[in-house]
């Protein structure tokens, strides 16, 4: 009589509890009906192929692959199968036969090199501590980067990962890399190098020679924005195509200033030194971290005082002077002051500049009647901003009022001022020069100031251009006692901003500290600080003759100041820019190190 399957399974696991070789709560379980380890249902198939991953988590622990290989690894010395757990009391771990005895044959586990172990042994072999230097160059040509078939950045199919390795591997090296060379590489993507400042932020010399670096996009992942290499004084690019293509197109000393403004504390480009604003200061030979550059916060001219030429400054003065005072309170009285086909129009900006912006005029309690002002009465009665006019050409067209008529009828509709022209002269700024020839010769005046708008009494700044021409003896401007006539007139009416940008002396580019008023030297006379000898004077001047007056006022108070000499006091204000101030901070920091015949 035949058994049935289950019976034959009840059987045997009687059996096997009997020699006591699994608990008694186990049951026997058949692999034509049922899953290995009891699960039901499709299992999870998991693959033991080495990831890439795992070669750069090595260094933090155990990765899959070598977790595999030590599980697969024999045994141990016993000739016997082996089962893990038979020792122990209690249920046995399913699946838990190991094959370790000659009986069967052990399974062999193949363990290479890790790939980051080969790197780090070629950055160890690479680095020189004595110099700091770590010589990453023509990687390709490596035996050992060759054996282990690894691509180094550069080779054909690499990727930033192997960049990122090799550059994590450099920050861990003591004492930190100062210079990096990655020369003959082939490398050809500024993504390569995206991880660089990252983990060597304090690099001060580079060296991308003889690569393949084609654009500037390729340089931008290494400079630009804050947190790239801030501190990289010297930088080779020899042989790549972006550079070798700006010079054989002539246009060498704009990739100069290119790179200089991508990598602001360079000084040394291509082996050649980079043009830098400083005085020769002596300093320790060790330094390797660069000091921040002061920004220039003056244009190199200086504001001269209003330029009137070719004119009788008479003529300019009595228009001004006549004009404004009935423009304040009789505007339809200047009629006849215009020509009968004369232009006018006016333009409203209503940003408020920077400089009063920072210095709070326009919300200041000293000046509470700013916050009156309402720029609406201007823009609705035909502002003429080109660059914020809407509505089509009709706009733009109505917004220019042709003849004398049209023009005084605009100006009416305006908002009321008042112009002190005669009472506060420093708060205008006036240019004026002839233009045209023979019978069209013509003036032009540019006028740069200030007026209260009335009645809120809040103060607007403007600029007017006047072209103006001779008044004929018959017309009705010269039978009103004017000399001039106006041909056209342009008005542009600006936030406050206070006179001293047209004051003059050193043009103030940004926010700063306030800058002292310097008296200038006048001529013989010395002032009772003065360093420069008495008879020494007259020779000094005649040394400097060949400079422009604003260039010798500077070098007469240097040599005042510090008692240097003509050549000395040039070549520390050329050094500085032309700025009194930091030329003067300058010498202070050198004064020590000068010889005697720097001196007068």
């Known amino acids: 009589m035949f058994s049935s399957p289950t019976s034959s399974r009840t059987l045997a696991t009687t059996t096997l509890k009997g020699a006591g070789l699994i608990d008694s709560d186990t049951r026997m379980r058949d692999a034509t009906v049922d899953k290995p380890g009891g699960r039901k249902g499709a299992s999870k198939i998991r693959t033991h192929r080495t990831r890439p991953i795992d070669a750069y988590k090595e260094p933090h622990g155990p990765g899959r692959a070598s977790m595999l290989a030590a599980r697969t690894q024999p045994g141990g010395a016993s000739d016997v199968l082996t089962i893990r757990g038979a020792s122990t009391v209690g249920r046995l771990r399913r699946n838990a036969v190991t094959a370790a005895g000659a009986g069967v044959a052990p399974s062999k586990a193949h363990t290479p090199m890790k790939a980051v172990e080969v790197w780090k042994d070629f950055v160890n072999r690479r680095w020189n501590p004595e110099s700091r ?58 993504q390569l190098l995206s991880t660089l400042a990252h983990y060597l932020p304090k690099l001060a010399n580079l060296s991308l020679q003889n690569n393949n670096l084609k654009v500037w996009r390729d340089i931008d992942f290494i400079s630009g924005r804050k947190g790239k290499l801030e501190h990289l004084r010297e930088l080779i690019l020899l042989g790549n195509p972006l550079r070798e293509l700006e010079i054989q197109n002539g246009r060498g000393d704009k990739y100069k200033s290119d790179m200089a403004r991508r990598f602001t504390s360079l000084i040394m480009l291509d082996q050649e030194a980079i043009a830098t604003i400083a005085f020769d200061a002596p300093g320790p030979s060790s330094t390797v971290v660069t000091e921040k550059r002061a920004t220039a916060t003056t244009f190199p001219y200086e504001m001269r005082p209003s330029f009137i030429t070719g004119v009788e400054d008479s003529i300019v003065s009595n228009f001004l002077v006549r004009f404004f005072p009935l423009f304040d309170d009789q505007r339809a009285t200047l009629l006849d002051a215009y020509h009968p086909s004369a232009t006018f129009s006016f333009s409203c900006n209503t940003a408020i500049p920077s400089r009063a912006r920072i210095q709070g005029l326009h919300v200041s309690k000293e000046m509470p009647n700013q916050r009156k002002l309402d720029w609406g009465l201007w823009l609705n009665n035909g502002s003429r901003n080109l660059n914020r006019m809407g509505g089509g050409g009709d706009k733009v067209i109505n917004s220019l009022h042709l003849g004398s008529e049209e023009a005084i009828r605009a100006m009416s509709t305006l908002p009321k001022t008042k112009h002190d022209v005669s009472g506060s002269p420093e708060k205008f700024c006036i240019d004026a020069w002839p233009v045209g020839q023979g019978e069209n010769l013509k003036l032009f005046i540019s006028l740069h100031g200030q007026f209260i708008e009335e009645p809120s009494q809040g103060i607007r700044s403007f600029d007017r251009a006047f072209v103006l021409a001779p008044a004929p003896p018959s017309s009705r401007a010269k039978l009103n006692g004017w000399d001039v006539m106006v041909l056209s007139d342009q008005w542009s009416v600006r936030a406050y901003s206070t006179h001293d940008a047209w004051h003059p002396g050193p043009m103030r580019v940004q926010a700063g500290d306030v800058i002292p008023m310097q008296q200038k030297p006048t001529g013989s006379i010395a002032s009772s600080s003065s360093l420069i000898p008495a008879g020494a004077r007259v020779q000094l001047e005649h040394t400097i003759s060949t400079f422009s007056e604003p260039q010798r006022n500077l070098i007469m108070q240097i040599c005042e100041r510090t008692g240097l000499n003509a050549k000395y006091a040039v070549d520390c204000l050329e050094n500085n820019a032309w700025v009194f101030d930091r030329a003067i901070a300058n010498f202070e920091q050198v004064k020590g190190a000068l010889s005697r015949d720097a001196f007068l």
């Not at 980067?145 to 080779?155: T, V, Y």
């Open 133 to 190: 230097f770590l010589n990453l160059e023509s990687m390709m040509d490596d035996p050992e980067i060759q054996k282990h078939n690894l691509l180094p950045p550069g080779a054909p199919a690499s990727s930033v990962r192997e960049a990122s390795v090799l550059f994590k591997l450099a920050s861990h090296l003591r004492p930190a890399v100062q210079t990096l060379s990655l020369a003959n590489n082939n490398i050809s993507s500024g």
